[in-house]
């Protein structure tokens, strides 16, 4: 995919992300401090970057990874995760960045072993997970905003028999929480008799929700349980569902192939 082009006006780089907004949250998408590449004619190349490609035919729902992004508990958010051990400006051939954070960062996997020691020690990884299932059709669904995922929200949602993708849009895509460096526990999530609900009456395998954790903080390990336990269904955390009409997609998320991690961050779009 052509990653840039050129562009003849006088592009601003030194957008600063935190003050452009009133609270902590940082703009979508984060625009990074460049210096500008210029050619010799004067021609300032400048990359993009796109939440949707070919007038709304496919969304990127992924986050980028970002040192502002919020990351599970922290009050100060990921901070710094890449760092160049080698670079051109001091006498390296290439540059060669290294990237160091916890592997339920972002938009994100989670694999039976995050919550079942014995998965963990079987193997039950991230590389273990059904690309049949990370990819398919998938249906995007608004939650009602007042409530956690309760069995009668669940159950309120009418989903069909046969359906085996859902995104649940919640609370979080308007409060912006995946755009605020602060951890906040308050987030929707899904409460363990929704999990049960979900689990005992639908065929949906593959879970998708707005915030770090599908399941709401008060329930987090009940929920994680109630999902994780028969290694069916596949939890996709921090998806990034701004400004997508609910509705029917084809959904493909491709983790990395981590041996022996109960996460990984993930790539996820949506195709219309
Ligand atoms: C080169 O620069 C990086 C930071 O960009 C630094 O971490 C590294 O130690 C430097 N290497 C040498 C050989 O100076
Ligand atoms: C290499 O990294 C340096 C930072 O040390 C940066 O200024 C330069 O633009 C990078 N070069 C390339 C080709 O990415
Ligand atoms: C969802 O649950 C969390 C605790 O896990 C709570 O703080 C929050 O207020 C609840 N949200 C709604 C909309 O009820």
Redesign the pocket.
């Known amino acids: 995919m052509a990653a840039a082009i050129l562009v003849t006006t006088l592009v601003t780089y030194s957008v600063s992300a935190a003050s452009s907004v009133a609270d902590d949250a940082y703009p979508s998408p984060f625009i990074p401090t460049l ?1 500008p ?1 210029e050619l010799d004619d004067g021609i300032r190349l400048s990359p993009v970057r796109k939440e949707v490609y070919d007038d709304g035919h496919i969304f990127d729902i992924s986050h980028q990874y970002h040192p502002d992004m919020p990351s599970w508990g922290s009050d100060d958010g990921l901070g710094q995760f890449l760092r ?1 051990p080698a ?4 006498g390296s051939l ?2 060669n960045s290294e990237m160091k954070m916890p592997t339920h960062t972002g938009t994100h996997v989670d694999a039976p072993g995050h919550v079942y020691d014995h998965y963990f020690d079987a193997g039950f990884d991230v590389d273990t997970l059904d690309l049949r299932v990370l990819n398919g059709p998938a249906l995007l669904v608004d939650v009602p905003r007042d409530k956690n995922i309760t069995a009668e929200v669940m159950k309120s949602l009418h989903i069909p028999r046969g359906v085996r993708r859902v995104l649940f849009r919640t609370l979080n895509t308007d409060r912006r929480l995946m755009w605020k460096k602060q951890f906040d526990t308050s987030y929707v999530g899904f409460m363990k008799d929704g999990a049960q609900w979900l689990k005992d009456n639908t065929d949906i395998q593959l879970v998708g929700i707005d915030y770090l954790s599908v399941a709401a903080y008060d329930d987090l390990i009940p929920s994680h349980l109630v999902f994780l336990e028969s290694r069916e269904i596949i939890l996709v955390e921090g998806l990034k569902l701004e400004d997508i009409e609910a509705g029917i997609y084809n959904v493909h998320c491709l983790p990395l192939r981590l041996l022996g991690a109960e996460g990984s961050p993930i790539r996820c779009i949506l195709i219309k």
């Open positions: 210096t590449c160049l670079s051109m400006k001091n290439a540059n």
